[in-house]
């Protein structure tokens, strides 16, 4: 039986290979393509994967550093002080407060761009409640120079918001005097938006050094991940946002304080 | 009446504490304050307070560098954390009270009645020895656990329990070189506590420590043999373990 049915089957090739070579040519040439393609499918599919998952990471820090659980329960903390303190109005502004940065920083999980205003109405919330906390540590400025021409900007969702929490809660830590944190949003020709956020707190290179020498080996989170993000747009939306950090004190000893600039283009243009 | 004091670096949970203590804890009578490590620790020294309630982290250190600097332990301590997880973890290993930020008002009324009602300075001193010893090395793999039971407390090191197995409500821990110790708490908080330093929940009852496994024996039943000689079945659905077990010893 075996050799019955093979028997014909292999005179049948036989007689194809032998007869007519281009038809061998053409499976032979079909199959290597086939497994090419499987094998280009198969490569794209893992990496793409890997990519997703990368991307999934960057966005649970992201939210993570939007929403750090010390902020988070120090916030709480401080508004349960005004409830003790009898400040009923006080309680619940705060309260108000933070119930609707927490809405805005759950929306701007799921978008990819904020603008302007949306943008500064999420970091006024958040200084708020910050300010609640460090009321005598510093206090802060918002200024945003002609809104109308620079609302056309894609801004990622709290871009500055980890290095304001560095200066915060490091920058001004050793300040003898009261900590001022500026935050400027301004047009440049119709072209670029700027932003920038500017302390007077310790700088950041000592701020390293002091890390360093308290045996802490930290590795700027705020700048890795701002840094990913920006990565990350180019490759998908093929528009570079420019980041800068400046120790002040390095190019002028009178002056103490870290310079973080971005430069994000108005309209966003293509990848050539 | 208590004598207590509060440190913590924010003026704000300084004010809301002293409130709520006065409102909810009659018998404490808050004698001085302090925003840091260093003032803390003099004003512990000056004025010798019966119970120091501790922020963890403040701006010039955080809790254990202030407790670091005390030998013996001359107080009782709630610590006031508003979240750090291997801190939390540090003072679950300890058995030590500590509260959570924003601080609920009943947990403060238990814990001040429990310091209030039982001041044993051995037992303080011997959690507080442990605290500090896992304080230090956060990363180590071998901790000191703090037991209680109803005749006292055991300070252990997590190498030299075996295994832990579980009777209805409570935990018999085996140990290498001592008698077992039974403790009224569940398997299952051990289970969250002991994961950090390896040890493996291999069934409903049983939870081993990897480094006290003699033998891995798959037929007839998956079963794994201790140090102690005892043989521990593992659970159907937790079968893969084997493989992880097995994988670990021969690196």
Redo the contacts between chains.
Sequence with gaps: MYIKLHLPYHFNLNCIVMHTPLIYICFAAVTILLTTFVGITIYLYIKNRSITRRNLQVEQQLLLSQMN??F???S??????YI??NEAHLASKYLASFAKLIRLVLENSRIEFNTVEREVNTLRYYLELQSL?FE?RFEYHIEVENQAEINSAQIPPMLTQPFIENAIEHGF?HNSSKGVLSIRFIPDHGKTLTIEVEDNGIGIEKSRQMQIQAGKTHQSLATEITRERIRKIRKSKGFTIDMSITDLGLTDSSKHGTLVKFQIPLQPCSPQ | MLTAIVIDD????R??LK??LT?YCPNISIVGEADGVASGYSCICKLNPDVVFLDM?M?DGNGFDLLRRFNPITFQLIIVT???DYAVKAFKYSAVDYL????DPTDLITAVEKISISYNQSETKAKFDALISNSTKPEAKNKKLVLKTVVGIHIVETDSIIRCESHNNTTEFIFTDTAPIRVSRTLKEYEDLLSDCGFIRCHQSHLINPIHIVKVIRYPAPTIRTTDGFSIPVAIRKKDLLKVIESKESI
């Design positions: 659980p010390h988070v329960f120090n709480l903390t401080a508004i349960q002080s003790f303190r906390r005598e830590l | 924010e003026n704000k949970v004010e809301t409130q709520m409102i982290q701006n508003a979240y750090q959570l930020k924003p601080i």
